[in-house]
């Protein structure tokens, strides 16, 4: 067996390079670790048999891994449901909607083709994190301190996964108004695809697709809509077809990224306050969530639609946590997460987020950029890096120089003036700090900017 880095058990999953930082044998492990894992767990029965899911995605590494994975919950004594090929959401979805005890997505999302990774939780889908049971396993996967059961447990298909999730969506959402939209979509080989194939099947919509045959390699560009080189081609085709908008997902599709007629990224804190104000309407005076990093419109656009703005941490499994202690109803992440918390379960959604979005786009008369221009109020830095001796140091520094300000130390430090607001907060596995700040003006911005960046050394 190969020997394990130990670096792979990360914050919100266990990642890294396939037959390098880990092999199939550890996969083997970790069906046995988590079966141990669950059972420990106050919501266990005695004597139960675990139902655990087990979703994969197209890299190529994934069936080896799967394969072996489900020989490590079987010999714990588990019934591991294979659903198959899907997305994460899908994973996330049957989780809850079939009232599995856990399960687990092998997927490394947006990474390069050289990796893989595990991605776990708990009935209804609730993440399993580094505190909440991340360590555990890497103890247990690491010191070898395994048992088999007596009894073995079986593998059982489930079919119709991605089906119900889709009529799920199209239940939520009123699409009796919607008027034909011509879309591109590059899902960069990955799993996003399977969503548009159903969806073009129950709307009137024409979807073109570039990048939509499944292959592990990530042939022309790496599946991470977030980095603007990777909606090149999008936009270009875009362009090209005279579309009316353009849709991104990123490797395990957990992500969605709009891009509008004109080729421009609609940015995902415009696209969380539109998602806001609609989910508002079934829930008026909900609670939104919105993450640290400076989107000021997302605020506006919640208290426009009567809602309560929730400030979250950075961190999909933490966000969700957040969401559901708080009852927060929806809530979205800058980096194009986009979370619906009902009563089947707290998660990413992403077939509701494009029907809810599509329904306000072609219930319009403006094309999508004239429609979302009037929003586009403020001027933002972009995400920096900078590296760092002591993110602590940093993070004085910063309370010190900016202690008029309205100050917020929920992730990171988070400062708010009158013309101008921002976020640094640390990396959590690099000497790292990252930089976000919006302003009134381009001028604000460049200059505040600059002073901040000024402390971050």
């Known amino acids: 067996m190969l020997t394990i880095n130990t670096k792979i058990f990360k914050a919100y999953d266990i990642r890294g390079i396939y037959n390098q930082d880990f092999d199939d044998e550890m996969a083997y492990l970790l069906g046995l670790a988590f079966v141990e894992l669950r059972k420990n767990d106050a919501d266990y029965q005695p004597g139960q048999v675990l139902q655990i899911a087990v979703g994969s995605d197209m890299r190529l590494s994934s069936p080896s891994l799967k394969e072996n994975l489900?020989?490590?919950l079987?010999?714990?004594?588990?019934?591991?449901?294979?659903i198959g090929l899907v997305a994460t959401p899908t994973f996330y979805f049957a989780v809850s909607r079939y009232n599995y005890q856990g399960g687990i997505m092998i997927s490394a999302s947006h990474n390069p083709k050289e990796w893989n990774g595990f991605k776990l939780v708990r009935s209804k889908s609730v993440p399993v994190s580094g505190d909440s049971g991340i360590e555990f396993l890497k103890e247990k996967i690491i010191s070898g301190e395994l048992k088999v059961a007596e009894k073995s447990g079986q593998v059982i298909?489930?079919?119709g996964v991605l089906e119900d999730e889709i009529n799920y969506a199209l239940t939520a959402t009123n699409t009796s108004q919607t008027k034909a939209l011509k879309i591109v979509v590059d899902t960069a080989n990955s799993m996003g695809i399977v969503y548009f194939q159903a969806l073009a099947k129950k709307l009137p919509h024409t979807f073109i697709t570039i990048n939509s045959e499944l292959d592990g390699t990530f042939?022309?560009?790496e599946a991470d809509p977030l980095k603007e080189e990777n909606l090149a081609q999008l936009r270009e085709?875009?362009?090209?077809q005279k579309a009316d908008l353009g849709i991104s997902t990123d490797g395990d599709s957990d992500r969605i990224f709009f891009v509008d007629n004109k080729g421009i990224t609609i940015e995902p804190a415009l696209l969380r306050g539109l998602l806001a104000q609609i989910f508002l309407k079934d829930k008026p005076?909900?609670?939104i969530g919105y993450d640290v990093r400076p989107g000021k419109i997302t605020v506006d656009m919640i208290e426009a639609g009567g809602g309560l703005p929730v400030l979250t941490r950075v961190g999909h499994s933490l966000i969700k946590e957040q969401m559901l202690k708080e009852d927060i109803y929806f809530a979205g992440e800058s980096s194009g997460h986009f979370f619906f918390n009902d009563p089947q379960g707290c998660f990413e959604y992403p077939p509701l987020m494009i029907l809810k979005l599509l329904s306000v786009f072609s219930a319009n008369e403006l094309d999508i950029n004239s429609y979302t221009n009037p929003y586009k109020k403020y001027f933002h830095s972009g995400e920096i890096n900078r590296s760092v001796v002591s993110k602590e140091a940093?993070?004085?520094?910063?309370?010190?120089?900016?202690?008029?300000?309205?100050i917020s130390t929920l992730d990171g430090v988070s400062v708010k003036f009158a013309d101008f607001w921002f976020n640094v907060r640390g990396s959590n596995t690099e000497p790292l700090v990252r930089l976000n700040l919006e302003a009134i003006?381009?001028?604000?911005?460049?200059?505040r900017r600059d002073d901040v960046l000024e402390l971050l050394k």
């Open 285 to 287: 005076g909900a609670k």
């Open 237 to 240: 085709e875009i362009i090209k």
């Open 157 to 159: 298909k489930k079919e």
């Open 219 to 221: 042939p022309v560009h």
């Open 441 to 447: 003006s381009q001028e604000v911005m460049e200059k």
């Open 70 to 72: 489900l020989r490590g």
């Open 74 to 82: 079987t010999a714990a004594g588990a019934e591991a449901v294979d």
């Open 394 to 406: 940093v993070f004085a520094q910063v309370l010190e120089k900016y202690k008029d300000g309205q």
